[in-house]
């Protein structure tokens, strides 16, 4: 309706736009299809139609491409016309959908814009779902297989990360539990952060709670076709895990990219509570860092055993759910990363923020008309 009383004070008011995209899923660098459904009341001539692909983000909708689809139409009045198109998805948006499960903390979308002689018209924003494509699988395969546990994902500005794009991907994790260790608030978070240029895919590899300091990972078609065929991902994706948590044992200043930088608490994700196990800024943090030991935490790499966390949930699913165990059976590990109940005692606002770390911001499907 909003978008209708838009078009009507451009003059537009004897036509209604309907923007319908395709049930299919798109990747990124694939393409969205669907069709604009033009109904006309009276002659309207319209100068432009764009879409818009844009990302709905905790701080703001962020633009990542847009497409001019049609230009100079005349619609009859009493008559219907539809302008079908495709639209090209850039390489670093994003990705929604993963093993079919909608991921929480942001989505993408289509906006649809109408330009006349007197100006232009944005309507609403129809979700659309974006699959993870074939490198992220891959790599989220690796991360279950190695015995990761899913926390969050979000949507951080590129500029936060130093890349060139709008928006970039932020997946954070729990890392692998060593065997013969138990779950607990001294297992490390790890983030991987995801963008691409062109046919290159870049993921940035850092502790959670020491943002700036990533490790960069460059990955060519040739490296992503090399370990596709020969099964590599899941030592390459482990030599990533492992050198992040090499920084445990390095004092901030000591961390790359960190020279000279006063100690400062773990930032919070955009828009998330703490998680599981870690204090907000002024609660100190869950495990020590600069000499003060890790809790014990020690991993020595990936040897064909995942991990307690993978373990449990390869009895529901194998790596795939191994992955998204903090999403599809963290109810049964759940209560190993729970919050002291003394210190929950102590610190009742503290402990309420942790719990809210596995809350799901996610956004519902459906695709809504104008």
């Not at 604009?36 to 879409?51: E, F, N, Q």
């Not at 099964?231 to 990219?257: C, F, H, M, N, Y």
């Not at 930088?261 to 860092?289: E, F, K």
Request: proline share 8%; hydrophobic share 40%; net charge negative.
């Amino acid at each position: 309706m909003v978008f209708k009383k838009l078009l009507a004070g451009l003059g537009l008011g004897g036509v209604e736009v309907d923007t319908v995209l395709s049930p299919h899923p798109a990747t990124p660098g694939a393409a969205l299809t669907g069709q604009v459904d033009l109904r006309a009341k009276s002659d309207t001539d319209i100068t432009a139609i764009w879409l818009l692909l844009v990302a709905d983000t905790p701080f703001g909708e962020a633009e990542l491409a847009r497409q001019q689809v049609a230009s100079g139409i005349r619609v009859a009045g009493g008559s219907a016309q539809s302008v079908p198109f495709t639209f090209a998805v850039p390489t670093h948006t994003p990705f929604t959908s993963l093993y079919g499960q909608n991921l929480p903390g942001g989505g993408i979308g289509v906006r649809t814009e109408v330009a006349v002689v007197g100006g232009r018209a944005k309507g609403d924003w129809d979700p659309a779902r974006v699959d993870a494509g074939p490198a992220h699988q891959q790599i989220m395969d690796a991360l279950g297989t190695i015995g990761c546990r899913f926390v969050r994902s979000e949507l951080r500005p590129g500029a936060a990360a130093g890349l060139p794009v709008p928006v970039v991907q932020a997946v954070t994790f729990y890392a692998p539990i060593p065997e013969g260790q138990q779950p607990g608030p001294h297992i490390p978070l790890l983030t991987f952060i995801f963008t691409a240029a062109g046919e290159t895919l870049t993921v940035l590899a850092e502790l959670a709670a020491r943002p700036g300091s990533a490790d960069r990972h460059d990955l060519s078609p040739t490296d992503i076709a090399r370990w596709s065929a020969e099964g590599g991902w899941v030592g390459e994706v482990d030599r990533w895990i492992v050198t992040a948590l090499d920084k445990l044992g390095q004092s901030p200043a000591a961390a790359t990219g960190a020279f000279m930088q006063p100690h400062t608490p773990p930032q919070q994700p955009y828009g998330h509570s703490p998680a599981p196990g870690h204090r907000a800024p002024g609660h100190g943090s869950a495990y020590g860092y600069g000499g003060h030991g890790h809790g014990g935490y020690k991993y020595g790499g990936y040897h064909g055993k995942p991990s307690m966390a993978g373990a449990v949930a390869a009895g529901v699913g194998g790596a795939a759910l191994g992955f998204l165990g903090g999403m599809v059976i963290g109810d049964m590990i759940g209560d190993a990363f729970a919050p002291d109940v003394m210190e929950a005692a102590a610190d009742p606002g503290a402990a309420a923020a942790d719990y809210a770390g596995f809350d799901d911001g996610g956004f519902d499907g459906g695709f809504e008309d104008f």
